[in-house]
């Protein structure tokens, strides 16, 4: 059964960081790329950050440069994402999911969602 499970989202204050994990299941893992995408309340999923099935290349949305950072580790089926100097306009639902690029950094390019674990950035 495919499965992409996320996991390390919580509250921290502007400045802080977290790393959120998206473990997978039930594919080939290393044969896709994976995004990391977000949602805010009232707003659109945007992209976040995507990785090359290999993990040799990345891509990141201009609000997220210099500050996130992912990775993936395909002999656990995991993809990383390292928040640091978090922003209170980070806020919001963080979903991992499978695709067949990296560049295409958009949700519509992807599929296979995971449930999603919240992000909330507030003093």
């Known amino acids: 059964q495919l499965q992409l499970v996320e996991s390390g989202g919580g509250l921290v204050q502007p400045g802080g960081s977290l790393r959120l994990s998206c473990s997978a299941s039930?594919?080939?893992?290393?044969?896709?790329?994976i995004g990391w995408f977000r949602q805010a309340p009232g707003k659109e999923r945007e992209g976040v950050s995507c990785?090359?099935?290999?993990?040799?290349?990345?891509n990141y949305a201009d609000s997220v440069k210099g500050r996130f950072t992912i990775s993936r580790d395909n002999g656990k089926n995991t993809v990383y994402l390292q928040m640091n100097s978090l922003k209170p306009e980070d806020t919001g639902i963080y979903y991992c999911a499978r695709g067949a690029t990296h560049i295409r950094c958009r949700p519509s390019e992807f599929s296979s969602w995971g449930q999603g674990t919240q992000v909330t950035v507030s003093s």
């Open positions: 990785i090359s099935s290999g993990g040799g290349r990345t």
């Open positions: 039930g594919f080939s893992f290393d044969y896709y790329a």
